[in-house]
């Protein structure tokens, strides 16, 4: 079976169906592809052919279809397939046939999207900047025009179409939310460190009445000017946050690390409900109740969640289970909502 695929207006193949379902695994192909092979009347999206999943078993039994020699030169109108780059000589029409069944001969510049180069001085076109996909196994084709998308080193670990964050990259994203929000308290922390406190009214864990009212009587000592700006930088800070997580997936430290947060699933932003409240809301309650009572069981929880996640195949920690994500490098792709499947 001669598989063709579509992306961006630009049609490349054909493949054999072992190809297709190692492109799909890899990611080179996503599921948003539009595909077409004998036996289908018109262009679909792989998606809709494979149930969503990353591989295609067509069914045993397909009708197949007729191509007549005065139809267009592609198969469906709008998909864009060049020309046939011919020699001198003049192709029969038995071939001509045969081209449009097997797929057109593009070269790399068109096929990318790249103006064509030009002639040599025969007015020939040269053969060097030319390529058939009709002999050529794709053992590392990328359907994308752009130049977004992430490549995976031998390092890497790669599920569907997504890349897995290293551990240490999402560590760091930690630090840097931790740092972001110290500097934000700074002018508090600052006008604390003034202050003679006797800490030993925070560590009597029996009478932590007595320890909510030592602290208030402490924020009534220093002055208002400096308790508005802490406030107006946490709740900036927080609210800045709360933007990015939203429409990209990302904390302020993910979005400098280079990773983001997607369903694990779809391999897409998470729904609300996911995103915001499960693991931002509910986590920031969490952590806060066990910072207030001790930070030593904060940081522990923290642990816990990284450890998990080295020992998980797919790097997934308690935050992960709890919101069913996954932490991946970031792409553009994973930003594009995917239509509703009827």
Same mark, same amino acid.
């Given at each position: 079976?001669?598989?063709?695929?579509?992306?961006?207006?630009?049609?490349?193949?054909?493949?054999?169906?072992?190809?297709?379902?190692?492109?799909?695994?890899?990611?080179? *192909? *996503?599921?948003? /592809?539009?595909?077409?092979?004998?036996?289908?009347?018109?262009? +679909?999206?792989?998606?809709?052919?494979?149930?969503?999943?990353?591989?295609? #078993?067509?069914?045993?039994?397909?009708?197949?279809?007729?191509?007549?020699?005065?139809?267009?030169?592609?198969? %469906?109108?709008?998909?864009?397939?060049? &020309?046939?780059?011919?020699?001198?000589?003049?192709?029969?029409?038995?071939?001509?046939?045969?081209?449009? =069944?097997?797929?057109?001969?593009?070269?790399?510049? #068109?096929?990318?999207?790249?103006?064509?180069?030009?002639?040599?001085?025969?007015?020939?076109?040269?053969?060097?900047?030319?390529?058939?996909?009709?002999?050529?196994?794709?053992?590392?084709?990328?359907?994308? $025009?752009?130049?977004?998308?992430?490549?995976?080193?031998?390092?890497?670990?790669?599920?569907?179409?997504? %890349?897995?964050? &290293?551990?240490?990259?999402? @560590?760091?994203?930690?630090? @840097?939310?931790?740092?972001?929000? %110290? !500097?934000?308290?700074? &002018?508090?922390?600052?006008?604390?460190?003034?202050?003679?406190?006797?800490?030993?009214?925070?560590?009597?864990?029996?009478?932590?009445?007595?320890?909510?009212?030592?602290?208030?009587?402490?924020?009534?000592?220093?002055?208002?000017?400096?308790?508005?700006?802490? +406030?107006?930088?946490?709740?900036?800070?927080?609210?800045? +946050?709360?933007?990015?997580?939203?429409?990209?997936?990302?904390?302020?430290?993910?979005?400098?690390?280079?990773?983001?947060?997607?369903?694990?699933?779809?391999?897409?932003?998470?729904?609300?409900?996911?995103?915001?409240?499960? #693991?931002?809301? !509910?986590?920031?309650?969490?952590?806060?109740?066990?910072?207030?009572?001790?930070?030593? !069981?904060?940081?522990?929880?923290?642990?816990?969640?990284?450890?998990?996640?080295?020992?998980? &195949?797919?790097?997934?920690?308690?935050?992960?289970?709890?919101? $069913?994500?996954?932490?991946?490098?970031? /792409?553009? $792709?994973? =930003? %594009?909502?995917?239509?509703? @499947?009827?």
């Amino acid at each position: 079976m001669q598989i063709f695929l579509a992306r961006n207006n630009v049609q490349a193949g054909p493949y054999n169906l072992d190809q297709l379902n190692i492109m799909l695994t890899s990611g080179e *192909v *996503v599921l948003d /592809d539009l595909v077409w092979h004998e036996g289908l009347a018109n262009w +679909q999206r792989l998606g809709d052919l494979t149930n969503n999943q990353l591989s295609y #078993r067509p069914s045993a039994t397909v009708s197949s279809i007729t191509i007549n020699n005065s139809d267009d030169d592609s198969i %469906i109108n709008n998909v864009t397939v060049f &020309p046939d780059d011919t020699d001198d000589h003049a192709n029969t029409s038995a071939t001509q046939t045969s081209d449009k =069944l097997q797929g057109k001969k593009l070269s790399i510049d #068109r096929l990318y999207g790249k103006p064509e180069r030009p002639n040599n001085d025969s007015g020939k076109k040269s053969k060097a900047d030319m390529t058939t996909n009709r002999s050529h196994t794709p053992t590392n084709v990328s359907l994308n $025009k752009s130049g977004n998308s992430k490549v995976a080193s031998a390092k890497d670990i790669v599920v569907g179409d997504v %890349i897995l964050a &290293p551990i240490m990259s999402r @560590v760091l994203a930690t630090a @840097v939310n931790g740092l972001l929000y %110290i !500097l934000a308290i700074f &002018p508090l922390v600052l006008a604390l460190s003034k202050m003679d406190i006797d800490y030993t009214k925070f560590q009597d864990i029996q009478n932590m009445d007595a320890a909510y009212q030592y602290s208030m009587t402490l924020m009534e000592s220093i002055p208002s000017s400096t308790l508005m700006m802490s +406030q107006v930088m946490v709740f900036g800070l927080f609210a800045l +946050q709360l933007v990015f997580i939203t429409l990209r997936g990302q904390s302020l430290g993910k979005l400098i690390t280079g990773i983001r947060v997607v369903d694990q699933t779809t391999h897409r932003i998470p729904s609300f409900f996911k995103l915001i409240i499960m #693991r931002t809301l !509910l986590l920031l309650i969490i952590y806060n109740l066990l910072f207030s009572f001790t930070s030593f !069981l904060g940081f522990v929880l923290i642990a816990v969640h990284y450890y998990m996640a080295s020992k998980s &195949p797919e790097n997934i920690g308690w935050h992960d289970k709890l919101a $069913k994500t996954l932490v991946v490098k970031a /792409d553009s $792709k994973q =930003l %594009i909502k995917q239509p509703k @499947v009827k």
